[in-house]
C-alpha cells in the first residue's frame, strides 16, 4: 500500500493493516456501511495523532477519529480514502478534583467507568447516553449526547469545561479551562461540542462533576393515552418539580420486552411513565408523595412508587434494555431497527407523538415509540429492512415526515445523535425552515477557517 511504510514510521506498532483486522471499524450502531480504509490508527501519545494528522493533511488523506463507535448517524464510519483514528488507548482517569468540581480525562474513557469512579466520592458526571457502557468521553462530546438524566442537568455542552485539540495541521491547543466561570472571548469549547470530529481530535477533556443527588425515588405509572402522559410532565414541572429522569415507553416496546426479556406489563396500558425524583433524606418522601399526586390526579392505569433500589434497578431495565428487546423482535436477521430522534417543546410532545404514530399507520411500518419525555425528546424505532429498496423508501420517507413534525413543533430534527452521514439533508431542512442558511454558510467557514483540506471527518454533517 502506497503510505503503509510512512505510517508505520509514525505509529509503529499502533497501527492495523490487515484487512480483517480492520472489520470491526467499518461499521457503528448505524445501519451504514463504511469502506475499508487505508488503516486503522491506535495511537498512545499526542505527538502520534500530531504527526498522523499533519501527514494525513499533506496528503489529502481523510481522518475518522473513533471512540466507542456507538454513532447511529454513520458519524463514526470511514469513507473513501480514509484513516480511522481509535482513541481506544487514550483510557485514562488523569485526575479528580471534588473541591473543584472538575475532572480531566482523557477522550477514550467509557462513560460508565468514569462514573464508577465517580461513585466512590459520590459524584457523577451527568451525561448518561443509554450507550454509556461503551459511549466515551470523546464521542459524547463529539455529538452533544444527551441521555436519561438530562431532563435534570441538560445535554454534555452543560458539562464541559475545557479541551484540549489536535488540530488538522498537527498543531495541538487549549481551549476553556478548569474553572467554572470564564468570559475570555469566542467559547472555542463550545464549537467542538457536536462536531462530530469535524474539527479536530480531541486528545483530553476537563469535564465538569456534580455531587450524586443525596436520595432518590422512582415512580413508575402505566397510562391510556399519551396525552396523559404529556400532561404528567407538564403538570409536574409546572409546579416546580424537575425530575432526576422522566421515560416513556410505548406498547410495541413494552410487548417486546415482555417477549426479549419476560417483563410483564398490565395488559390494558398503552404507555409506561417512568420518572424519578432526586431529593434529599429528610424531604424525599414528601416530594415523591407530591409528585404522585399529580400523576394520580389524571388517572393513571396503575402507579407505584419505589425507592428500594433493587426495585428501582428492574424497573431502569425496563428502559435501558428497551433497544435491544425490539432488535430481537424483527421479523429477519436483515432488517434493522432505525433509532429516529428528534425533539420537540415538551409541551408539544403529545400532539407531536399523534402525528407521528399516524404516520407510521399510513405508511404500513412498525414504529417503536419511546423517549426521554421531559426535554420533549422523541426516538422513533423504525423497523426497516437495507435489502429491501421500499423498505428503505418507507424509512426515508417517515424521517422526513419525523423531522417536519420536529420543526412545526418548535424543536430540532436532530436532539441527541447528531448528523452524520444520515441527517444532512434534513440539517438542510432545519436551516431552510428556520430561515438560517447563513448560519450554514458561518459554519462552513469555520470548517474552511480550521480545516482548509478538509480532512476530518470529510463527508459528515454536511458535505
Ligand atoms: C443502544 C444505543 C442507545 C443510545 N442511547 C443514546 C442516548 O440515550 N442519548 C444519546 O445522546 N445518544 C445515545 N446513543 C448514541 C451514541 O451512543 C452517542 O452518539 C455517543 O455519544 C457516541 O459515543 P462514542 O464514543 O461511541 O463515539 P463514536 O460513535 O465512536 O463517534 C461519534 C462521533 O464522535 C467523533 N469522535 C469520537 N471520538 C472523538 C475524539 N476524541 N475527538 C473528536 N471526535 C471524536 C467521531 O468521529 C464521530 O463523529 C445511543 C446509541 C446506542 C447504540
Not at 435501558?320 to 429477519?332: F, W
Request: contains cysteine.
Amino acid at each position: 500500500m502506497q503510505y503503509t511504510e510512512a505510517l508505520r514510521e509514525i505509529l509503529g506498532g499502533n497501527a492495523i493493516f490487515d484487512p480483517v483486522e480492520k472489520i470491526p471499524y467499518l461499521t457503528d450502531a448505524s445501519a451504514f456501511k463504511g469502506k475499508e480504509p487505508i488503516a486503522v490508527a491506535v495511537p498512545e501519545t499526542v505527538d502520534e495523532i500530531r504527526r498522523l494528522l499533519a501527514f494525513c493533511d499533506s496528503n489529502k488523506i481523510f481522518v475518522v477519529p473513533r471512540g466507542g463507535g456507538t454513532s447511529l448517524t454513520g458519524a463514526s464510519i470511514p469513507l473513501d480514502n480514509f484513516v480511522v483514528l481509535s482513541m481506544a488507548k487514550f483510557n485514562r482517569i488523569i485526575s479528580i478534583s471534588p473541591a473543584d468540581r472538575y475532572a480531566t480525562v482523557e477522550p477514550g474513557v467509557r462513560l460508565d467507568d468514569l462514573n464508577e469512579k465517580l461513585a466512590e466520592i459520590n459524584f457523577i458526571y451527568p451525561p448518561d447516553p443509554a450507550s454509556s457502557m461503551a459511549a466515551t468521553v470523546g464521542g459524547s462530546i463529539s455529538t452533544n449526547a444527551g441521555g436519561l438524566r438530562a431532563s435534570m442537568y441538560g445535554t454534555t455542552k452543560e458539562w464541559i469545561l475545557g479541551l484540549e485539540v489536535v488540530l488538522p495541521n498537527g498543531n495541538v491547543m487549549t481551549t476553556g479551562g478548569r474553572v467554572l466561570k470564564r468570559s475570555a472571548g469566542y467559547d472555542l469549547t463550545a464549537l467542538f461540542i457536536g462536531a462530530e470530529g469535524t474539527l479536530g481530535v480531541i486528545t483530553k477533556a476537563f469535564v465538569k462533576i456534580w455531587p450524586k443527588p443525596e436520595a432518590t425515588g422512582r415512580i413508575l405509572a402505566y397510562y391510556d393515552a399519551i396525552e396523559k402522559v404529556g400532561l404528567a410532565i407538564k403538570n409536574v414541572k409546572s409546579v416546580g418539580i424537575t425530575p432526576l429522569i422522566a421515560e416513556f415507553l410505548d406498547r410495541i416496546t413494552m410487548d417486546s420486552l415482555r417477549k426479549a426479556k419476560g417483563m410483564s406489563f398490565p395488559e390494558t396500558a398503552s404507555y409506561m411513565l417512568i420518572l424519578d425524583v432526586a431529593s434529599t433524606n429528610i424531604s424525599i418522601n414528601v416530594d415523591l408523595e407530591r409528585t404522585a399526586k399529580i400523576l394520580r390526579d389524571l388517572g393513571p392505569i396503575d402507579l407505584s412508587i419505589t425507592r428500594d433500589p433493587e426495585e428501582m434497578a428492574r424497573i431502569y431495565e425496563a428502559r435501558k434494555g428497551a433497544y435491544s428487546s425490539l432488535l430481537k423482535v424483527r421479523k429477519s436477521s436483515s432488517q434493522k431497527v432505525i433509532i429516529g430522534d428528534v425533539v420537540v417543546l415538551a409541551s408539544e410532545l403529545p400532539a407531536a407523538l399523534k402525528l407521528v404514530a399516524a404516520k407510521a399507520e399510513e405508511l404500513g411500518i412498525m414504529v417503536a415509540l419511546f423517549g426521554h419525555i421531559s426535554d420533549g425528546n422523541i426516538h422513533a424505532n423504525i423497523f426497516a429492512d437495507p435489502d429491501e429498496k421500499q423498505s428503505m423508501e418507507k424509512e426515508e420517507e417517515f424521517q422526513k415526515y419525523l423531522g417536519k413534525v420536529a420543526l412545526e413543533h418548535g424543536g430540532s430534527v436532530s436532539a441527541e445523535h447528531g448528523i452524520g452521514i444520515e441527517k444532512k439533508s434534513l440539517l438542510l431542512d432545519q436551516f431552510d425552515f428556520t430561515e438560517s442558511r447563513d448560519a450554514l454558510d458561518i459554519m462552513r467557514k469555520i470548517k474552511h477557517a480550521i480545516d482548509p483540506n478538509g480532512i476530518m471527518n470529510r463527508g459528515k454533517i454536511f458535505d
